[in-house]
C-alpha cells in the first residue's frame, strides 16, 4: 500500500536534502511536487490543498530555517502533519455498555463487510473477549451462509438467521441469545447494496434503534478511492458511524481513501484489512502509517505482528538448541510456519526502516514461492532425516526432491545454506565473536 506515493515523495525529499540550505524557492517547488503526488494519490483536493498549505506555513518557520539539516526537518515535519491528517492516534473499537455490546457492521455490497466481521471476531477474541456473530443480511442468502461458515472456522456462535426474519428481529433476538451463550460483544453483519439507498438507511436506523450499538463500524473499500469517502460521508450523515475499516489496503498502491477519510468525515479510520486471511487485519495507526509512507518502516507493528504468533516458550527451546547447535531442519520448517502467519514477507520487510527504499532502488521482491518450495523439501523428509541431516545421501536427496516436486539441485542449495548457518552459529556460541551469540534476539521474534 501507498507504494506509488511514497516513491514519489521519496524523489521529492532527495532533492531537498540535496540542499545545505532551503530557501522559500526550493521549499515551494517541493511542495508543488508534494501536491501533485497526493493529487495523483487520489488525495481529496480539498485536503491537499489545506495539507500543503499547512506544511508550507511550518516549513517557512524557524524550525526549518534555523535547523543544521533543513531537509531532515521538512521530511519530519511531513510525517507529523501526515499522522494528523489522518486522525493523530489510533482510536479503538469502543466496548463501553451492558454486555453483551452490540457493534454494528454497516457497508456497501461487495466491501467486504462479512470477512471483516469474521476478522473482527478473530481480534476480539486475542483480546479476550467472547464474540457472537449475528448475519442480519436476510436479503443474501450467500452472506448468512458465509458468515455461519466463518464461524465454524472460528469456533464462534452465530445466530440461526433465516431468510424469512425480520432484520431488526434478528438482533434483538441474537442479544438474548448471545447473552444465554456466555458471549459479551455482539457483532451485527447488516445488509449493503450495490448503492445507497433510502430503504437501506432506514432499515439501519431502525436496527440501530433498536439495539443501540456501541459502536457503528463502516467498511469501505479503499481500492475505489474517493467513492469510499464520499461513501463514507453518507453513510455518517444517516448514522453517526464510529469509525471506519478499509479492505483491501494491500490491493492500493495510491492510498487517497486512507489519507482523505478523517478530513472529510471527522471519523477515524480505526482498522485495515491487509489479506485475504482471517489474520489478515491490523489496528490503524497513524503515526506508523505516516512513517510507512515515508519509508521510515513500522517495527512496532511487526513487533505485535510477532509477539501474536510466536509460542515464547517454543521460541525459547529455540534460542537453547540454537546456543547448543541442536536446531534441526525440523525446528527451521516450525519457526518458518510461525513467521509465514504474521503475513506476506514484503510486507513485513517494509515495516524495517530503510527497506522500503532499498526495494525501490534495486527492484528487490521476495519470493514467496521459495518458502513453499522450502517446506514442500522439508516435509519430504523422513522426522529421522529432518533431525539428522548428515543421513541424507544421494538417494535420499532424490527421493526427498521427487516427493517434493523439486530438483535435486533445490535439496542440495537448502541442506547448504541450512549447513552453513549452523556453523556459523557455532563459531558464536564458542566465543569467536564474543557476546554475539547470546545476545542474538531468538528466531521468530
Known sequence: MFDSLSEKLDSVFKRLRGHGTLSESNISDGLREVRMALLEADVHFKVVKQFVADIKERAMGQEVMASLTPGQ???KIVNDELARLMGGRHEGLSLAGTHPVPIMMVGLQGSGKTTTTGKLAVMLRKQGRKPYLVPADVYRPAAIDQLRKIGVQLDVPVFESRTDMNPVDICQKARVAAHKAGCDTVLIDTAGRLHI???L???LKAIKAA????DILLVADAMTGQDAVNMAKSFDDALDIGGVVLTKMDGDARGGAALSIKS???KPIKFVGVGEKLNDF????PDRMASRILGMGDVLTMIEKAQSVVDAKQAEEYQKKLRKNQFTLEDFRNQMTQVRKMGSLTDLLGMIPGFGKLKQMKGMEVDESELTRIEAIINSMTPQERRQHQII???RRRRIALGSGTTVQDVNSLLKNYTQVMKMMKKFTKGNMRGLGRGMPP???
Open 211 to 214: 439495539v443501540s450499538p456501541s
Open 264 to 266: 472529510i468525515t471527522g
Open 201 to 203: 438507511m432506514d432499515e
Open 73 to 75: 526537518q521538512v521530511i
Open 443 to 445: 528466531m521468530g521474534r
Open 197 to 199: 439507498d433510502a430503504e
Open 282 to 285: 491490523e489496528a490503524f495507526h
Open 393 to 395: 545421501n544421494g538417494s
